[in-house]
C-alpha cells in the first residue's frame, strides 16, 4: 500500500523559509496531480498548491510568488519550498494525491512565530 510522508515543517519566525517535502513510499505515478494542504485550527482544510502530471501548477491566492511547488518522480517526492512566511501561515500541512480514493499523508506542522 502507497503511504505518503511529510517532512520539513517546524517553527520559523516571520519572513523565513522553509522546504517541506512528501516522499511516496512506492511510485507516486506520473499520472496523478499532487497537492499541498493546509490547515490551521478552528479552519477547513485548504489547497495551496498543486501540481499536475506535465508539471503545471497553481496556488491560492494566498500565497502566490512566495510559495513553489514541485515534483521529482525518479525520487517518488513532492516538495514545497515556502519563502517570505508570514503568521497566517501556520498550519499542518499536508500532500494529497489526486487519485480515487484520494491518499493523504499524516501532516507537518508549521508555525511561523517571532
Known amino acids: 500500500q502507497v503511504q505518503l510522508v511529510e517532512s520539513g515543517g517546524g517553527l520559523v519566525q516571520p519572513g523565513g523559509s522553509l522546504r517541506l517535502s512528501c516522499v511516496a513510499s512506492?511510485?507516486?505515478?506520473?499520472?496523478?496531480?499532487m497537492g499541498w494542504y493546509r490547515q490551521a485550527p478552528e479552519n477547513q482544510r485548504e489547497l495551496v498548491a498543486q501540481?499536475?502530471?506535465?508539471?503545471?501548477?497553481m496556488y491560492s491566492e494566498s500565497v502566490k510568488g512566495r510559495f513553489i511547488i514541485s515534483r521529482d518522480n525518479a525520487k517518488n517526492t513532492v516538495y514545497l519550498q515556502m519563502n517570505s512566511l508570514k503568521p497566517e501561515d501556520t498550519a499542518v500541512y499536508y500532500c494529497k494525491r489526486s487519485s480515487v480514493p484520494p491518499l493523504w499523508g499524516q501532516g507537518t506542522q508549521v508555525t511561523v512565530s517571532s
Open positions: 512506492r511510485s507516486i505515478s506520473r499520472i496523478f496531480t
Open positions: 501540481i499536475t502530471s506535465v508539471g503545471s501548477t
